[in-house]
């Protein structure tokens, strides 16, 4: 019997009218301005060198069509790098928002007035008025202002790149005097990218003294040259007693006969390059390990998994008619990096071998041709090996029934190699050792001044300008470039230089500062409460500084909150070290 089913009650239709919802009542308290402390200490660095007055003298600009001089909308694109992530500069008047804009760029300035048109129009301005020999002008201005000294010049060159076209319609004549953003050897391995070239010379201290954009072809030769004649020019005083540092493209005949004019003579240290001086690197390592006398312990560079030690021999040779030292230097880790090279070089023989096994060749002419091609590969090989020519005969007989009159059988014969590695060759196994564990320094400093494991130390701190480099790729730096136009490309990377210039001269004084402070009396500020130490950088302060400030009270004046009573002897140690007070920070 079928059960019976219940008769659904039906749902009551849903008003699909609007719906009135009450809210509680709540009032809006206006924020209180704030001004960050890492971007008051960069705007106390910028007040001091004169970056604003300085922009303002340089270009032209009309004092009644701007609200905002193009002098301190250059300082707004250089104190946005100072936040965790550099912003477009489509959003730059967002970073300030909350933030005292009347204190950092004049009375009645808000963050709206800080936007992308204005300063667009201002990286136009600066691009009119050539911002490598501005950037060159702020570079001597702040030595002369903060006394620096330097003894070494640290030179190299790295590549920016960019996403997009740019693709300016401009004359052939106008083309030379332009930026070019175009394809060339890309260092951060991004061959699809066009790019800038970015060339810097800094001091020891890691602050940059010379950079120049360059088209995004420009070689390193070329930089060095364009670097020497800047730097005699700018400071040919200090050249004269320190000493200029580059990587191995800085070693050609003709940038070597301008380093060692007698007229001007530039001291220098480098790295011998492979084609240099008829192969003088090869010579001179053979030599070292012929010569019979004992290598000269040098000690151990780096710490922690980065430690290395190393050991040398000097010669000195004439080179062009000029004598050089020439400081052959041995690497513990080049024996790794030998075995490692040694190990792939073996694979990839054995892989040539296998593959060229399995080939078979109708003739042995074409098996003695497979030979030769295989032999010419790899005619530079660590290995020896030796082969063997295989022929082999097949019979094929016809399908089919064979029947009364069958067809003789076809014979056909196949050749093949049979290739197998016999060991090593001691000659090229010695010199590609010899490769791999030794580096070949090139100077003309005299022994008696600098001995091996200084010239080495000198040379190994070439690291300072990679630094730099690496800074200028951070995403709170040169993160996405928004910009259509070369020349605006142009002044947006010299305004970048100058951020690093301001990080390098904090991070300058900060190690100063720590230096000069009685060692017993240090407190203890670094991270969560442990020793600092001296090597410092900017980036660890930027840390530390991210949640401090000033604040707004009720009063319209500014106090410093600080978390704890830890965090107030961190920030005042600091500033100690920096050589400035609270109260200069905020002075109007």
Not at 23 to 46: M, Q
Not at 275 to 285: A, D, P
Not at 328 to 348: M, P
Not at 466 to 481: H, M, Y
Request: aromatic share 10%.
């Amino acid at each position: 019997m079928a059960r019976k089913s219940k008769k659904q009650k039906a749902r009551p239709k849903r008003n699909r009218g609007p719906v009135k919802r009450k809210y509680a009542h709540f009032e809006v308290e206006e924020r209180r301005r704030t001004i960050p402390l890492i971007l008051a200490l960069a705007n106390k660095i910028l007040e001091t060198i004169g970056f604003v007055d300085f922009i303002n003298a340089s270009v032209e600009w009309d004092d009644e069509q701007c609200k905002v001089t193009p002098g301190h909308l250059a300082k707004a694109v250089i104190l946005a790098t100072f936040f965790d992530i550099r912003a477009p500069l489509s959003l730059i008047k967002g970073r300030f928002i909350g933030i005292d804009t009347e204190f950092f760029f004049g009375e009645g300035i808000t963050a709206k007035d800080l936007n992308d048109y204005a300063v667009g129009r201002t990286l136009d301005k600066i691009a009119e008025a050539n911002p490598d020999r501005l950037f060159s002008t702020i570079c001597l201005s702040t030595y002369a202002i903060y006394k620096i000294a330097f003894k070494r010049l640290h030179s190299d060159t790295t590549s920016l790149s960019f996403y997009g076209e740019y693709d300016p319609e401009i004359s052939e004549e106008e083309a030379e005097e332009v930026l070019q953003i175009v394809r060339g050897y890309n260092k951060d391995h991004r061959p699809e990218c066009k790019q800038v070239v970015v060339g810097k010379v800094v001091n020891e201290h890691g602050m940059p003294l010379v950079s120049l954009s360059m088209d995004g072809n420009t070689s390193d030769v070329e930089w060095n040259q364009k670097a020497l004649e800047l730097v005699g020019q700018l400071y040919a005083d200090q050249l004269a007693e320190g000493i200029y540092v580059a990587d191995a493209k800085l070693m050609t005949i003709n940038l070597f006969r301008t380093l060692m004019n007698p007229d001007y003579l530039i001291r220098f240290v480098s790295r011998c390059p492979a084609n240099f001086g008829g192969k003088l690197e090869e010579k001179t390592v053979a030599e070292a390990y012929a010569d019979g006398e004992a290598w000269v312990e040098l000690g151990t560079f780096g710490s922690g998994k980065k430690a290395c030690s190393y050991k040398g021999k000097a010669y000195t040779k004439a080179v062009d008619n000029r004598e050089v030292q020439l400081i052959v230097l041995c690497s513990s880790e080049g024996e790794s990096r030998f075995q490692t090279k040694k190990e792939k070089a073996r694979q990839a023989l054995e892989q040539d071998i296998a593959n060229t096994n399995k080939k078979v060749f109708v003739c042995e002419a074409d098996a003695q041709e497979e030979w030769k091609r295989f032999c010419k590969s790899h005619k530079k090989s660590l290995y020896l090996y030796d082969v063997t020519f295989v022929e082999t005969t097949q019979e094929k007989r016809p399908r089919g029934n064979p029947g009364k009159n069958p067809k003789a059988p076809q014979i056909i014969n196949q050749w093949s190699l049979q290739i197998q590695v016999s060991g090593e060759d001691p000659t090229a196994m010695a010199k590609f050792r010899h490769a791999e564990e030794c580096f070949v320094l090139i100077t003309n400093v005299s022994p008696e001044e600098f001995d091996m494991r200084e010239v080495l130390g000198i040379y190994k701190n070439q690291m300072v300008v990679e630094i730099d480099f690496r800074l200028l790729k951070e995403p709170c730096v040169a993160s996405v470039i928004y910009l259509k136009t070369p020349e605006r490309i142009q002044s947006l990377a010299m305004l970048l230089h100058v951020s690093l210039l301001v990080r390098a001269m904090i991070q300058y004084k900060l190690r100063k500062g720590i230096k000069e402070y009685p060692a017993d009396k240090l407190p203890r500020v670094g991270r969560d409460g442990r020793k600092i130490q001296q090597n410092i950088t900017t980036r660890f302060l930027i840390e530390e500084f991210r949640h401090q400030g000033f604040i707004e009270n009720e009063a319209g004046t500014y106090q410093l909150i600080f978390i704890n009573q830890f965090r107030r002897l961190q920030m005042t140690t600091f500033l100690e070290f920096l050589g400035m007070t609270v109260e200069e920070l905020i002075e109007y």
